[in-house]
């Protein structure tokens, strides 16, 4: 796995080889920062962008953003092995005040009080977990989001959630088995 594009690009990043987490392909990465770049439906620049980067992962979407040029990444992860890979890339990759890892479930994260604000949330659970969407909810509750933002979901190309009542998917995009949602937060 690599860096796309940004200050780090073509940078190497370690991954793990397991059956519990996939990392985003490069070719769908590309196609999701294309939409945050280009897209006139959302208004967000990604420059000046508090990132929320639940079930992390490796942080291949995090470590993407912070090349090219985020403001702050938080990354949730609850996999120990998986938190260590990402903690060793960011080390690699010489990264460290840009990014905190939090190696926790996602809804225990949430619940804590948080006054940071994100314009960017990255959401990429198991596709077989659906409590993501209870994680979706307790963040449009506390409202933990600023006016401009934008919610990505990564899922299964045939997964059915209802997001009723919580996101308003703006866009939808099939890569092979994989979904992407983009949307925006119920007001």
Not at 50 to 57: A, E, P, R
Not at 139 to 153: P, R
Not at 163 to 178: C, E, Q
Request: aromatic letters at 8%.
């Amino acid at each position: 796995m690599r860096i796309i594009s940004g200050k780090l690009k073509g940078k190497k990043i370690s991954f793990l080889k397991s059956s519990t987490t996939r990392p985003l392909k490069d070719s769908v990465k590309e196609s999701i920062f294309n939409i945050i770049s280009h897209s006139n439906l959302l208004d967000i620049d990604l420059k000046s962008s508090n990132v929320l980067d639940l079930y992390s992962g490796i942080g291949s979407f995090g470590l993407e953003c912070i090349s090219r040029g985020a403001k702050n990444i938080i990354f949730v992860e609850k996999d120990k092995k998986a938190s260590e890979i990402l903690i060793s890339n960011l080390f690699k990759l010489e990264i460290n005040s840009s990014a905190n890892v939090i190696v926790d479930e996602v809804k225990n994260f949430l619940k804590k009080k948080n006054s940071r604000k994100f314009e960017i949330f990255f959401f990429d659970p198991p596709f077989k977990d659906n409590n993501f969407i209870q994680d979706l909810d307790l963040i449009k509750q506390q409202k933990c989001f600023k006016k401009e933002h934008m919610v990505i979901i990564h899922r299964e190309r045939k997964a059915v959630d209802n997001l009723k009542g919580i996101l308003d998917p703006i866009i939808t995009k099939h890569y092979g088995r994989s979904k992407i949602i983009i949307g925006k937060f119920l007001l």
